[in-house]
């Protein structure tokens, strides 16, 4: 590899440039930025003379893009600057294989987003880590293997949305906006986890074993790599849709159903408002996912809309079949912490298990009424027991 080193060459190749050639000889005028009409006019500017008005609570993208006349266009620009932004007539364009609307767009997006700037916590600060107590031992180290879980878990999200998030046309920043603040809150999730295990006698427990059911390699695709084949044989930019089935709709969601069964069971301030916070974020992420399906099978073109419908359908019922995603909730190192957390000690295992075959019935209820309200309706179709099978 030839470095270059003639420092002279490069001040020279750097003036030869015919803007610095310009700026040299005393001309400073601006260029077509400056005199250039906005595109209503036919111009390269982008949009000019927003009568936005902060208000109180400063700039939300609810009410910027609420009083903008310009609608959110359908398909993207191709660019990195602003969806109104003008362009050179030279301008690179970028292929991003996400860039229709209906592709990446969720109903509450911009409320979401603001929502999650403004809820974001500390794991250092933010957790009374003072109050926490003691606990019998059997207790800790059921709280400690059930955190290590969910820590492996928090990285099912953490690795996979950034893939996804670089695909999206720019012209929907709001999309890529709330997908950042979610990496930014399962890496909190990770962090909280984390300190959780050493911070009350105990220590991090097992990694799950083959029973886990992930089956997934995040560094190809979230989906068991035969799912995803079939789904993109029919259409390549589907494995984001059904990566919000997947992830964001079952995963996460039972996930969710974990943390709120944790904030219940916890028995002190600081391990209650651990779960708290989670839950408010994880919420988040569920309700993004379900929205989005919702979206794009409301506003994806005619044919389209029946494809992706009928893809969802046969995703959910390969995956409820197929125990993926739902394994979470056959995974001995979460299940049995889990039983053990809510009998209160060993002795009692059979009060634990009874709350766990009512965890099973409650998290099958809200995956079915979570689809009916994506609009995938599986009352009826659902292949997962209603019943725990144990
Ligand atoms: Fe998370
Ligand atoms: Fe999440």
């Not at 720019?170 to 709330?178: D, G, H, K, M, T």
């Not at 964001?248 to 709120?260: C, K, P």
Request: proline share 7%; hydrophobic share 40%.
């Amino acid at each position: 590899m030839a470095t270059p080193i003639d420092k002279k060459e490069t001040l020279q190749r750097i003036q030869a440039l015919p803007q610095v050639k310009r700026w040299r000889e005393g001309n400073y005028e601006p260029g077509a930025w400056f005199t250039a009409k906005p595109a209503e006019d036919g111009g390269i500017w982008g949009s000019w003379g927003h009568r936005f008005q902060p208000n109180r609570r400063g700039v939300s993208l609810v009410e910027l893009n609420r009083a903008d006349r310009h609608p959110i266009p359908a398909a993207g620009l191709g660019l990195m600057v602003d969806r109104e932004a003008g362009a050179a007539p030279d301008a690179p364009r970028y292929d991003y294989p996400l860039n229709q609307k209906y592709q990446v767009w969720s109903y509450n997006v911009e409320s979401l987003y603001e929502e999650a700037v403004s809820r974001q916590w500390s794991a250092t600060r933010d957790i009374p880590w003072d109050k926490l107590e003691p606990l019998p031992e059997d207790q800790e180290r059921a709280l400690c293997q059930f955190v290590s879980f969910l820590h492996t878990v928090e990285f099912v999200p953490g690795d996979t949305l950034p893939f996804y998030m670089a695909r999206v046309d720019p012209s929907f920043s709001e999309v890529r906006l709330f997908m950042s603040s979610q990496c930014a809150d399962e890496a909190r999730h990770m962090e909280v986890f984390g300190k959780r295990m050493y911070a009350n006698g105990g220590g991090p427990g097992v990694e799950p074993g083959a029973e886990a059911l992930l089956q997934f390699d995040p560094r190809k695709s979230v989906l068991p790599q035969e799912i995803a084949r079939t789904v993109a044989t029919v259409n390549p930019t589907w494995d984001f849709l059904a990566y919000s089935y997947f992830v964001q709709m079952i995963g996460e969601a039972v996930v969710l159903d974990f943390f709120r069964f944790g904030e219940f069971l916890g028995r002190n301030p600081c391990d209650k408002e651990m779960f708290r916070r989670i839950m408010q974020d994880e919420a988040r992420h569920v309700s993004f996912g379900t929205m989005r399906i919702k979206y794009y099978l409301e506003n994806a073109p005619r044919q389209e809309r029946e494809d992706a419908s009928e893809m969802l359908h046969y995703l959910a019922s390969a995956c409820e079949a197929s125990g993926t995603g739902f394994g979470l909730l056959l995974q001995p190192s979460a299940i049995e912490p889990f039983a053990l957390l809510a009998a209160g000690s060993v002795g009692s295992l059979d009060k634990g298990w009874g709350v766990v075959r009512e965890f099973w019935a409650n998290a099958v209820e809200e995956y079915i009424n979570r689809c009916e309200r994506a609009g995938i309706p599986r009352r009826g179709r659902c292949m997962l027991p209603e019943e725990a099978p144990f």
